[in-house]
């Protein structure tokens, strides 16, 4: 499945436009500013650094034309990623400890409190994603910041920032 985003330079998704079909790492070199964007196919992470740093907001088929408020953010949209289109079963192994280390935990299906659910003192602190596309949140509920993962191996959170995250759920195919 392939996805295309529009992003305009004013608000209210008026003014100048480009459009984009797949990953971007870096906007600036189309326009230097992102007021809104609208979303005409697909499922998108968005990232307010280049590279695809930063914080993470994930975007389905839509008109965001304040989407700086939603965020509770002065930052343009300054990168941005189509998350694939996937069907299939959802694994992951999440781990107490970096570098796979600690208790073990498979998911197969969403979690709403990870904390609470498994309790981990300090929550999970590296995962390995065998199958389909995860979204992860900062606070129960899902809640918070958050962040993509997909298909990969991920030893160690201190690279995002150390994260902490309290639920967790699988980006479906009716996302997109």
Do not use: K
């Amino acid at each position: 499945m392939n996805g295309r985003v529009s992003r305009t330079r004013q608000h209210g998704t008026l003014g100048r436009s480009w459009e984009c079909s797949g990953d971007c790492a870096d906007m600036s070199s189309y326009m230097n500013r992102c007021h809104s964007f609208r979303v005409m196919s697909g499922c998108w992470m968005f990232y307010d650094q280049p590279n695809y740093m930063g914080h993470q907001y994930c975007f389905r088929r839509g008109e965001y034309s304040d989407y700086m408020s939603m965020w509770g953010s002065s930052s343009w949209v300054r990168s941005c990623r189509m998350i694939p289109w996937y069907n299939g079963s959802y694994r992951m192994r999440m781990y107490e400890r970096d570098n796979y280390m600690g208790q073990m935990m498979e998911m197969t299906g969403d979690c709403d409190n990870f904390m609470n659910r498994y309790n981990w003192s300090h929550g999970c602190l590296s995962c390995h994603v065998m199958d389909g596309h995860w979204m992860m949140y900062e606070h129960p509920n899902y809640m918070g910041r958050m962040w993509y993962f997909g298909p990969g191996h991920y030893r160690n959170f201190s690279n995002w920032g150390n994260m902490r995250f309290n639920s967790m759920r699988r980006v479906m195919s009716d996302w997109y």
